[in-house]
Structure formats: structure tokens, C-alpha cells
């Protein structure tokens, strides 16, 4: 049994950007996600509940967004400010080319894309299982 002080166990998904057209995940490490690997602007499916780490090797050229259906920005990697980044149950952090987060109940069912800041070519869908 995890005492509520546990730390929680965390997937993480690293991604790659083709240039300025598209995102690609290259490798997921844990079980709360799926996606086709080196498909370009792969849906990726999450759960609820799960804590995630996203390695963007697009780094500050490629500021890595996520998005509700209507476009509306949730979490944010650069400068711009997403709507659900001082909630403290996500519990949003920018480490350099890391963006972590806790997927909520409530942002999980706001989450629909993943986007580029700065390249509207790469973006992909987000779907909650």
C-alpha cells in the first residue's frame, strides 16, 4: 500500500519535432500512454489520473502546448500562459526541455491537443482513456 506521501510514478513521453510540419513521438517509458511511435502528428492517448513528463527535443524553438478542442491554451512550455497552469493538483513544472504535469479529472476532460507554439503545422490530438 502507497502512503499518500508516496511519490507518484510518472510516464514519460519524448518527442521530436520534422523541421516546422510536425511532432513525432520517439519513445514512451511507463504504462499510463500510448502512441504509434514515429508517425508524424500521432495521436497520444493518456489517462486520467497519471502524472507525465514530456521531453521535447524541439526545445525553445518548438514550445510544446496543450490545448482544448476549441484551441483554447491549458499548459503552456513557453512564454504564453495556459489556463490550468497554477492549479495545484496538476501541479504543472517547465524543467528546461521537460514539461510535466498531472492529468486531472477536469483537465482531462478539457485536454484534446498537443501544439507547437510557434508552428500551428504541428499539433496532434490528445485523446483520454
Known amino acids: 500500500v502507497l502512503s499518500p506521501t508516496a511519490p507518484q510514478s510518472s510516464t514519460t513521453i519524448e518527442i521530436n519535432n520534422v523541421g516546422t510540419s510536425a511532432w513525432e513521438v ?3 517509458d511507463g504504462n499510463d500512454a500510448s502512441a504509434s511511435l514515429n508517425t508524424e502528428n500521432t495521436e497520444i492517448t493518456l489517462e486520467s489520473g497519471a502524472r507525465y513528463t514530456f521531453v521535447n527535443n524541439g526545445g ?9 478542442s476549441g484551441n483554447d491554451l491549458l499548459l ?9 497552469e497554477s492549479d495545484s493538483n496538476v501541479n504543472f513544472e517547465v524543467n528546461g526541455n521537460e514539461v510535466s504535469f ?7 476532460s478539457e485536454l484534446a491537443a498537443y501544439y507547437c507554439g510557434i508552428h500551428s503545422s504541428m499539433n496532434g490530438s490528445i485523446s483520454i482513456q
Not at 525553445?60 to 482544448?68: G, I, N
Open 26 to 28: 520517439t519513445s514512451i
Open 76 to 84: 503552456a512550455q513557453g512564454s504564453a500562459t495556459g489556463s490550468y
Open 102 to 108: 498531472t492529468l486531472t479529472q477536469s483537465l482531462a
Open 60 to 68: 525553445d524553438a518548438h514550445p510544446l502546448e496543450f490545448r482544448t
